[in-house]
């Protein structure tokens, strides 16, 4: 396990609070979750055909923006002791092969009888800071007194 995962208590976790990594969007990630996922939508893998889309050009699944949010819920905020209850997601504007983006979640509010906290999920274009992708994520923090390392 990887010694840089935060391990935030529901106490520790204050309204306001972020946390953020960048990421590029390269042809090898796009190819690898186009396997994983089955997704093989030409839009996708396809540059001959996507080039006579409104896109011009290939697109990377949206849903590697959800993967990213995993990565932010799951090691950067809150980490270790988190439990991914949902993720509403909001595309914005498509990723492409080669951008660099923010991954970013805020901390928006939290509900004490259930140990729950929203966390508002972004992910932005590093070069023109416009939001391809957005949304609202919900942790439960799970209360494993008995885990240390």
Known sequence: MPNSIPELRFEDC?????????????????????????DQNPIHVDETYAEQTPFHGRIAHGMIASALFSRLIGMHLPGLFSLYLSQ?????KPMHIGDEVIVRGTITQKTESMQVI?????L???????TLVDGEAMVKMRVDKSISR
């Open 88 to 92: 509403q997601l909001n595309f914005r």
């Open 124 to 130: 932005i274009h590093q070069g023109t800071l416009e």
């Open 118 to 122: 929203r966390i508002r999920t972004e």
């Open 14 to 38: 204050v309204q306001g609070m972020q946390a953020e990594f960048s990421v590029t969007i390269t042809e090898e990630l796009v190819r690898a979750f186009a396997e994983l996922s089955g």
